[in-house]
């Protein structure tokens, strides 16, 4: 871990920091996700622990089984602005989606604005993130060049309620939870 | 889902023990009662008590591990102890310890560790052929079948601590359900008849060997005198052999040993002997005294047409007057599985229901008779008593 610390530079002293800007992004992209998983009162894993990398791999952990989790945290796109958001997704991650035997999900955390300083604000009434989460289920999407997250899917705790019922799916329960039984 | 702790657990653990197989994992939610539904792409819902645990079809070791996390949450047991539940359950794992007074970390002279395998294997062995027939020396007639079953076992890894090699044994799958079902008469008094399945001979071999290493502590190196006649009979009566006593000499007899414990942990699968030690521990220093029990068993004649032990399989009083009720043992007598029906007067007929309840076999003493056509059994048991109890005349 502490090979993928590096010193800011530019902070006033005294400079306190260990994470560079990618790994902050990431790790503020993944306590946005624990935070979620947390209020539905779901048990999330990190699967892989790199201070310095965008993306982070993780598991829900379902009453039944896990789903697999891909977080992207970017200050490129804003919360409110067009219908999608497009992220390049490497060739080997679909062949891995795709192999994959329960549901995986691309989460894409938007920080708006992109100023370190301002993800969260202290107003009276309680602490505000400025960031809002999207997901796409990509383990059956198609590769293509991206990933098209839909805005119109903002993850909540009830999301995760969604995804439970698809990972009940995976093992033969049908929604509602009537089917299956013999 | 259970806290960091849990969770960092699951790495340790199956860090250091192999992952359990997906047939491991279902013979095992199977037999500890959840119920298997209709499979979906992935696997199946396995569910108990309103929980649901989703169960792959095919290997996966990262759902193997959720279904593993999930099993021990369920069953508010430490993740390590479910894994080890999981693979053993239809194993019997003896644990041979060598209390080694020998100080460098973690090890044993090699001649040791090599004299404990070879004699241990060997004990096995011999134990393995007096549960197919009891004799006080076995010398070149080992038993094809019971070597066979030997064969069979296998070495774990070594355990830390003392120095601990576990040996184990796989049993058969039990076939159904245990039949065992509650009786309706308490008192054991009214009309009744009740049957159980046979004990697996790989178990019968297992529980031969816990109960040789008994018989000597107890009758050769507890009472600390040169071994009886009479008590090479009852070595023999519960498979203790000349060739078994002489591997365990050859144990206590290296310098490094302090002490030599045999425990077993029976598979949870198939009912276990719920009084039998767990664990026999002997001193080195008792290693004349089984050396002279040894010479003793070759020198020794033993008829053992009059004894034979085994579990008890049925149990039938049919009628409220009969002052009898009647057990039947299942066992291997002179080489052959059979099944000799004891009769019992009914105090000691109400014990043999505790006996069975607490899976203890038992060993019977008496004229077996053979009617064509008919089971052997015994009318007038000379004694009868669980196995694990000695009887010093």
């Not at chain 1, 293509?144 to 009830?158: E, F, W, Y």
């Not at chain 2, 502590?217 to 009472?223: F, I, N, Y």
Request: proline share 6%; glycine share 8%; with cysteine.
């Amino acid at each position: 871990m502490m090979s993928g610390m590096t010193i800011p530079r530019q902070l006033d002293p005294p400079d306190i920091a260990t994470l560079g800007a990618n790994g902050a992004k990431a790790r503020f992209g993944v306590a946005y996700l624990r935070s979620i998983c947390s209020q539905a009162g779901v048990g999330f894993t990190e699967t892989s622990i790199d201070e310095d990398v965008l993306a982070i791999d993780g598991k829900i952990e379902f009453a039944v089984a896990d789903a697999r989790i891909q977080v992207k945290c970017t200050g490129k796109f804003k919360i409110n602005g067009g219908q999608t958001a497009t992220w390049p997704a490497d060739s080997h991650w679909w062949s891995k989606w795709h192999g994959c035997k329960v549901p995986v999900y691309f989460v894409m955390l938007v920080l708006d604005p992109d100023d370190q300083p301002r993800w969260v604000q202290h107003v009276p009434e309680g602490t505000l993130h400025r960031a809002a989460a999207f997901w796409v289920r990509v383990d059956q999407m198609s590769e293509s060049s991206g990933i098209v997250v839909p805005k119109n899917q903002r993850l909540t705790a009830d999301t995760l309620h969604e995804w439970a019922a698809d990972v009940d799916a995976c093992f033969g329960l049908q929604a509602g939870g009537g089917g299956g039984v013999r | 889902m259970p806290a960091l702790a849990c969770r960092l657990g699951v790495v340790a653990v199956f860090g250091e023990q192999a992952i359990p197989t997906v047939n491991e994992l279902r013979s095992y939610m199977r037999f500890n009662g959840w119920n298997e539904q209709s499979p979906g792409p992935t696997g199946a819902l396995w569910t108990r008590n309103g929980k649901r645990i989703g169960v792959p079809s095919e290997p996966d070791n990262e759902l193997i591990a959720g279904v593993v996390k999930r099993l021990a949450f369920a069953e508010q047991r430490d993740l390590a102890d479910v894994v080890t539940s999981v693979k053993y359950l239809l194993f019997d794992v003896t644990h041979l310890r060598a209390d080694s007074d020998y100080r460098y970390a973690d090890a044993i002279p090699l001649e040791t560790g090599a004299k404990i395998v070879n004699s241990a294997r060997t004990m096995l062995r011999a134990t393995a052929t007096t549960a197919r027939w009891e004799r006080a020396h076995i010398g070149s007639n080992y038993s094809k079948y019971g070597d066979d079953v030997v064969a069979q076992a296998l070495m774990g890894h070594t355990q830390k601590g003392s120095y601990v090699i576990p040996v184990l044994m796989p049993l058969p799958e039990p076939e159904g359900a245990d039949l065992h079902q509650p009786a309706l008469d308490l008192d054991h008094e009214q009309v009744e008849f009740h049957r159980s399945p046979s004990e697996p001979f790989e178990r019968r071999v297992i529980r031969t060997f816990a109960q040789s290493m008994q018989a000597v502590k107890e009758l050769v190196v507890d009472p600390a005198r040169e071994p009886r006649a009479d008590d090479m009979h009852e070595l023999v009566y519960r498979g203790v052999s000349r060739e078994f006593c002489y591997a365990l000499a050859g144990i206590l007899k290296q310098r490094s040993i302090g002490e030599f414990e045999a425990s077993v942990d029976w598979a949870q699968a198939v009912p276990a002997p719920a009084t039998m030690p767990r664990s026999v521990t002997i001193d080195s220093e008792a290693e004349s005294l089984v050396s002279k029990a040894a010479d003793k068993l070759r020198q020794q004649k033993v008829d053992p047409s009059r004894v034979f032990s085994g579990t008890i399989v049925q149990l039938r009083h049919e009628s409220p007057d009969d002052p009898f009720g009647e057990i039947a043992i299942s066992t291997v007598r002179q080489g052959h599985a059979s099944e000799i029906l004891v009769r019992l007067r009914m105090p000691l007929y109400q014990k043999a229901w505790d006996w069975h309840y607490q899976g203890r076999a038992v060993l019977v003493e008496g004229t077996v008779r053979r009617v064509p056509g008919k089971p052997l059994r015994v009318d007038e048991p000379f004694r009868c008593h669980p196995v694990d109890e000695m009887f010093l005349a």
